[in-house]
């Protein structure tokens, strides 16, 4: 019933200008469901919960949602959802956007889409965004062969394939700069509280929300999320605790919320722990044997160091910079990461216990919430690749990666 009712209205023959008239909002929150791919399967359950959780807003906010999933006979859309509803839809044709595919992940499109989103329903007080899909933190194109950061939309309508268009997250941060400014961004995604991705969009958000390890494919439980994304002063950490409660499988997941206007002091505060690092150091790479690590590139049944790729950046300066150094680095830490949920055990997409849990042991103390890039030997895993690649990113000559000789 819940698809009938979306084809429904996707389908409508009614004037779209008439559908999708503009109206002003208290807040505006846009969820950005890329689903083209191996998430699409979730699409439906995740809008259900959407029009369960929307009975619970205000007239004066708006939910909107942008989707794209495997489906032939549906195209992308956009609609309002309101009292349960899928309304006001509208497909790409209806906002004039007109390219020669129909990729969500293409940036003109995303920036098409969310143009149409906030002039058809401008917010008087703010905006969020949900980034709803599959991510891999900061990796850009050229790292992994079928990773690249976020969204990935595989252009044939199908529900297994990962292969397609990304988005890697300087794109991600021009295409939303050139929208209002951001209350803050939701990304149920894997990897994405990555330092790296922070401080790419630390111009364009207040807040950013979501996990640096990888999220259950279900996501969030967006019954309880919705309401959670208009309170107005406990937004952030009201969609936190429904995420983390939700335990339906008896795992935790650890999530972070980051307030981007500290993450200048922090970029600051890692260049001078970094080198406070290398100067105590007697070899070339760091030893990051037992470190809390928060996704492991590698899909055959053995463990291999060099394929880990995201290291908790609390831990890893814990262990490596002098006492004093990680204090000073953790003050500036604690102002940015302003509220974070701890877990011991995560869902992976591999055997924890072989390519996680005996590696290393999660404590409150340890897990920081955030992870970094660690460089290792270029001749080790595909470090050679990511050693090139993440000096496309700002965060890089920020954090003083090439004055450590990364």
Known sequence: MCTLAILTACSSDDDPA???????????????????????????????????????????????????????????????????????????????????????????VMEDVLKYAVSHYPATRDYGLVLWGHSTGWLMADSIAYTRAYGVDNGINSSVSNEG??????????????????????????????????YELRSVTDYIIGSPAEIPKEGA??????????????????????????KNDGLDLPLTVVKTSEMEQLAQATRTALLAVKSRQTTDYADLTGLIYYYYYDQRYFYNPDNNIFYDAGDFLRAKAPEASYQQWKQALDKAVVYKTFAAKWRTDKKWDTFYGNNFTPTPERQSGVSMYIAQSPFAGNHVTYQRDIQKLAWYYAAGYSAVGW
């Open 18 to 108: 008439n559908d999708f008239a503009p109206q002003s909002c208290e807040r505006t929150v846009i969820v950005y469901m890329s689903g083209e791919n191996s998430l699409t399967a979730y699409v439906n359950s995740n809008l259900k919960q959407m029009k369960e959780g929307s009975r619970l807003l205000s007239p004066s906010n708006c939910l909107l949602v942008f989707v794209d999933k495997s489906k032939v006979s549906e195209l992308p859309w956009l609609a309002r959802i309101r009292d349960g509803q899928v309304t006001d839809s509208v497909s790409l044709a209806d906002m004039g956007i007109s390219q020669k595919d129909e990729y969500a992940s293409d940036p003109q």
């Open 165 to 198: 268009k990304w988005l890697n997250v300087p794109t991600l941060a021009r295409v939303l700069g050139k929208l209002p400014h951001l209350k803050f961004i939701f990304a149920d995604c894997c990897n994405f509280m990555c330092l790296e991705s922070l």
């Open 221 to 246: 439980p967006y019954d309880k999320v919705v309401p959670a994304m208009f309170d107005q002063d406990h937004f952030a950490t009201l969609i936190v605790d429904h995420y983390f409660a939700r």
